[in-house]
DNA sequence: ACCTGTTTATGTCGGC
DNA sequence: GCCGACATAAACAGGT
């Protein structure tokens, strides 16, 4: 129940911490790489709160990226004309949130010597083969579509029935709850949709701890490359059924040519993560309804996961 | 000047 | 109480 004197939930800060926030930025979209500022927009954008006060978030925000060793920074190239270098995920930290929750993480990411041989451990080696791997993903999904996606075209996430316990703080339950618009349509779900953009291809990289085996288990046969995502992660060990180790790198085995066949697959892309048309909710100048932010109003799907649907 | 990025310091909170 | 994760502030350097 909002309190007296508060419009809504959505000005209430969001119960995730600033790796959790600058995560989802940029594993939403396509080319798991974001410059600073787009960061900072997708927050924004997101979260009404964090559209005051700026600077102190922000300089909390950089101080994140440059302190935890699981975002690393991608220098731009000459033809990416712009401020700043592009930050991402280091990859082999995507056992970092426990059960999927972007609340807290289960421990730090550090790098560990021990995986130097394994994967790239070094921001220098990772920063390349990022770079390497969302060419590669860029390129199969054009060719996959026919379609040129922009840079930053847009945080397209799908969301899949989900075949195990996902925790309600999961991305694709604050996914729920954050795009469901009024009167029930999802605006640019639709448009993302109309696009026709392959999304269970990067839904899997993007969010490989949550829809890794458990969607190409129980949905897709086509895999990639087996139990492998994108980031060279075994997919079985995003899942979250008990396994509580480390992620442990693992040769890396991109399979780009499997991206198509993704593309047939039914998606939905959450207005949430949607760069073109934030939430007309989520507009500072409209008075939106509960978001459910707020860990004080876990209402709707945040007790009834369910409530993200697949048709 | 402003933005970006790094580093240090301090405090809070929760788990063990 | 200790420790780790996290938030916040601040100073500083470098780039545009």
């Not at 920074?73 to 280091?90: N, T």
């Not at 316990?165 to 639709?190: C, D, Q, V, W």
């Not at 876990?298 to 369910?306: A, E, I, V, Y």
């Amino acid at each position: 129940m909002p309190r007296p004197g508060r419009n809504t939930y959505s000005d209430q800060k969001p119960p995730y911490s600033y790796i959790s926030l600058t995560a989802m930025a940029i594993q939403g979209c396509p080319e798991k790489m974001l410059p600073l500022s787009e960061i900072y927009k997708f927050i924004m954008d997101r979260f009404p709160y964090y559209r005051e006060n700026t600077q102190r978030w922000q300089n909390s925000l950089r101080h994140n990226l440059s302190f935890n060793d699981c975002f690393i920074k991608i220098p731009r190239r000459p033809d990416q004309p712009g401020k700043g270098s592009f930050w991402a995920l280091h990859p082999s930290c995507g056992d970092m949130f426990e059960n999927g929750s972007f609340l807290r993480r289960r421990k730090r990411f550090k790098l560990m010597l021990a995986a130097d041989h394994l994967a790239p451990s070094k921001p220098s080696d990772a920063a390349h083969y990022l770079q390497q791997q969302a060419k590669l993903r860029l390129s199969a999904l054009q060719a996959a579509t026919g379609t040129h996606l922009p840079p930053m075209s847009g945080y397209n996430i799908g969301v899949s029935q989900p075949s195990t316990f996902k925790h309600p703080f999961a991305i694709e339950n604050i996914i729920a709850r954050e795009y469901k618009m009024p009167g029930g349509l999802a605006f640019s779900t639709m448009q993302s949709m109309s696009a026709g953009y392959p999304l269970h291809s990067q839904l899997t990289s993007a969010w490989p701890h949550m829809y890794g085996s458990s969607v190409m288990d129980t949905i897709a046969p086509i895999t990639m490359a087996g139990d492998y995502s994108p980031y060279g992660m075994p997919l079985k060990s995003f899942c979250h059924g008990g396994q509580t180790l480390p992620a442990i790198p693992v040769p890396i085995k991109p399979t780009p040519a499997s991206l198509p066949c993704l593309a047939a697959l039914p998606t939905h892309i959450p207005a949430f993560l949607t760069h073109h048309s934030p939430p007309q909710s989520l507009s500072p100048t409209s008075p939106r309804t509960a978001t459910s932010q707020s860990p004080a109003a876990p209402g709707d799907s945040l007790t009834n996961p369910s409530a993200v649907t697949v048709h």
